[in-house]
């Protein structure tokens, strides 16, 4: 395979892993024995000869630039085994049922979910104690993110991209709104826009003509369907979606919660009550989406470079997405790898994994090469930090974690969230549809709500057991 991957279809794979649905296709072994062999200490000393470890992962060809370093660091042959997205989780699953799988794996939703559940990943802590990994520096606890009955069977590759509101300069000066108003990095006002700021400036921005039409939008588009918009949203006021969000046995959805019901509204009032954001209807009639054509001054989006290197004839700028109550932080999107659990080289295979996310020369080729940040120590990637706007994209992605942004109060009681959930896909799907009903005009926010966790219920009831 050679085509590259963008920042996006990386940034897709990762949002995925946070939260998946369950492949009943998939057979898996209910118990598998682990390996005998002691961990040793993972680089400070080597095996006499390398052993060759299978590393099979979704990100193009992107890992050849820091392969033969990760190779000398850890002693090994590395042997890549390079898939498409699409596909990655169906054939990662076949092989661990059929005892081919390899050594190392960048995992997808559907083999994160089983490889935990089924104890298919190596526990990787005594590996981390013995090559001195300081658990302190890691953006969000991997025993929080990746830990299953009591041990830590994955690490994050990258530091999970936050959503930011990205704005088309032209169109916000057009309206007459100041640019030295808005909350960019470095600023005194940044990160402190409430929903209420967001609102009153879609309101600012928005532009009608004399017969009512629009000459311009506030937002490009009803996000509320969105997976990652909602979520942010309901986590801002203190709801959940699920009754348990971190075991894959969730029992019921909370959709007909008044948190959730409240999230919902907010949202989609933003087309059918404030009239800052078209409807589906006006969006699917705008040639070349409404934000890229110039038809809105702001939209949203992950805190990467995708939009800036567009190459649209307006700026772009950006800043951290107004939260409601608290600010937050989707901690899950960040890509575990795992070892595992009946690799011949169980210590090769976990230094494989924990060089590859804690070393500072990859983090740094990895920055230059596509602005991602891993998710260790990213102070220290910080002061390598790129000028312009990718620095200023990076700060963003950092600006709510404790310990590695420059804002203090950005960091402070931010609500970090995951999903490890076997129906989110169930959800997404019932969800759209009924959030466009509401939209129409054809049934109320609640009775959405109360629709979608009907369905979302109706499936968690049909699981199979894992």
Known sequence: MSKKLSRRDFLKGAALVAGGSVLAACVVPTSVPQPAAEPAEATAKPAAAPVEIRFAHWLGEQLKAWIPYLQEKTNTTIREEIYDWADFSQKMMTQFAGGTAPDVLMSGDISTMQGLANDLFLPLDDYLDKAGIDMSLWVSDPAYLWGWNGAIRGLSTMTAQPLCAYVNETLVEKAGYPLDKLPYWGRDNYDKWTWTDWVEFLHAVTLKKADGTYEQYGLDRTWAHAQSVYSNSLYSRGGRLYDDELHYAEKECLMDRPENIATAQQLIDLTTKEGVSPSYEAAAGIQGGVFASGMAAARLDFANMDLRDAGYPF???????????????????????????????????????IVQCTDAHIGKIWLDQSGMLLGYNVKALLAQLPAGEQGEVIMNVVGRIKGMSFCDYCSEDVVQWTWR?????????????????????????????KNTKAIVDAAIAELPPL
Do not use: D
Not at 317 to 346: C, D, L, Q
């Open 315 to 353: 700026k772009v700028g950006m800043f951290a997405w107004p939260f409601v109550e608290k600010r937050v932080y989707p901690a899950g999107n960040s890509t575990p790898i795992h070892a595992n659990a009946v690799t011949k080289y169980p210590e090769a295979a976990a230094n494989v994994c």
């Open 421 to 449: 959930v076997r129906t989110m896909e169930e959800w997404k799907a019932a969800w759209r549809p009924e959030v466009e009903k509401v939209v129409l005009g054809l049934q109320t926010v609640e009775e959405a709500c």
